[in-house]
């Protein structure tokens, strides 16, 4: 039994440092990525904005407006929705908008005329009618800066690679739980951003994503991953990973950053938690694959310790070296994103947070195995049947 608890403490110590040194080394990615400062240019990128929505009714309309006032030049961008099958008055709002915007570079897809559904379905029907070289994808639920396509495009001309992968914050405001979804949220980009600073790319958000039209086909867009609800983001960058010698960026720009709600209610944020744990069965990268076994495995430790602290008491100094080091070292890369975006109130919620997170981890990895999930009034399996 005493040799038992030992080699248990040495798993949990093992556990431990690796994944100090984890987010230690993704600090150091977070840290090294130089803020672009965007200039005025004269760009010659063309544009395609492409805008999947779905029961939006309550969000388009901002959206359009901060992509449709662009300082990026008229000519050079367009803009293309894509509705698919609301069962609101989104589609009539667009056209709406369509109608009276000075900006006349917008068109509208309606899948429920092509009976196809789902956000890769949407974006690929989008990029097979796109005339831009580059294109940005965002969703119905973001707004956007001024100078969005102009950072990106301007970053693009500098450095040319295949995908661009942008910041992606809450709008401040709101009450606690969402202002913890805020830091949280921000935890995930930061990291995101640091691992494709090191050039292991395993996370992306498509609310900010910019990729050329000829990489994406050379990738064979979703054809891959299309079962699977989620990942029009994550998969198509591992696609080019494999597909492109040409790296992927990271934009650590503010004129880049794109601003979006946290959910309402505990439920909506299950739900949405759901849907990105759904794609994790199509991983098949080892880095992704090894960061997510070890920030898991992590977690299950510090819970595991905590419990085994309340039975035996050479547990305790064990689960609170820990939780000490994840208060440490967690805390560098958090600060430096929340100053980046200039929201560092939401540091107030960092250490409810540090509690709450290993519980949210393994739950959020147990959704990802079995079970099913409601996004926009469709029900769907892990693996995005749609019920």
Not at 121 to 131: G, N, R, V
Not at 189 to 210: F, H
Not at 304 to 325: D, E, H, M, N
Not at 340 to 363: E, T, W
Request: charged share 15%.
């Amino acid at each position: 039994m005493i040799l038992f608890v030992q080699i248990l403490m040495y798993l949990f110590f093992a556990l431990f440092a690796c994944y100090a040194l984890l987010i230690i080394v993704f600090s150091f990615g977070w840290f090294s990525i130089r803020t672009w400062n965007r200039t005025v240019g004269n760009p010659t990128t063309r544009v395609s904005v492409i805008i999947a929505t779905r029961n939006e009714s309550e969000n388009i309309i901002s959206c359009l407006e901060s992509i449709s006032s662009q300082t990026y030049p008229e000519s050079l961008y367009e803009i293309i929705v894509v509705d698919d099958s609301s069962d609101d008055n989104t589609i009539d709002i667009v056209k709406s908008f369509i109608s009276n915007s000075l900006f006349k570079n917008i068109s509208i897809i309606d899948l429920s005329d092509k009976n196809i559904h789902g956000k890769k379905q949407a974006i690929s029907e989008a990029i097979k009618i796109s005339t831009g070289d580059l294109i940005i994808t965002t969703d119905a639920d973001c707004r956007v800066t001024g100078n969005w396509i102009s950072a990106i495009v301007e970053y693009y001309e500098r450095y040319k690679p295949a995908m661009i992968a942008g910041p992606v914050c809450f709008t401040e405001g709101g009450n606690s739980f969402q202002q913890m979804q805020g830091l949280e949220f921000l935890s995930l980009i930061s990291s995101g951003a640091a691992a494709i600073k090191l050039g292991m790319p395993v996370m992306c958000n498509g609310a900010n994503l910019a990729y050329e039209k000829k990489a994406f086909i050379e990738a064979g867009g979703y054809n891959a991953n299309n079962k699977y609800t989620s990942g029009d983001d994550i998969f198509l960058m591992l696609a080019l990973k494999i597909t492109t010698k040409r790296k992927i960026a990271f934009i650590k720009c503010r004129d880049a950053i794109v601003y979006t709600s946290a959910q309402a209610t505990l439920n909506d944020f299950a739900n949405q938690r759901k849907r990105w744990a759904s794609k994790s069965k199509g991983y098949t990268d080892a880095a992704i694959v090894f960061v997510a076994l070890l920030v898991f495995l992590f977690n299950l430790s510090l819970i595991a310790s905590a419990v085994l602290a309340l039975l035996i008491k050479a547990f305790l100094p064990v689960f609170l070296i820990g939780f000490i080091i994840k208060i440490v070292v967690d805390f560098p890369m958090l600060l430096g994103i929340t100053s980046f975006v200039k929201q560092k109130k939401l540091l107030l919620f960092y250490f409810p947070l540090q509690v709450i997170y290993p519980f949210y981890i393994i739950l959020t990895a147990c959704f990802s195995l079995f079970g099913k999930f409601e996004w926009k009034k469709r029900t769907y399996t892990v693996y995005g049947n749609n019920k």
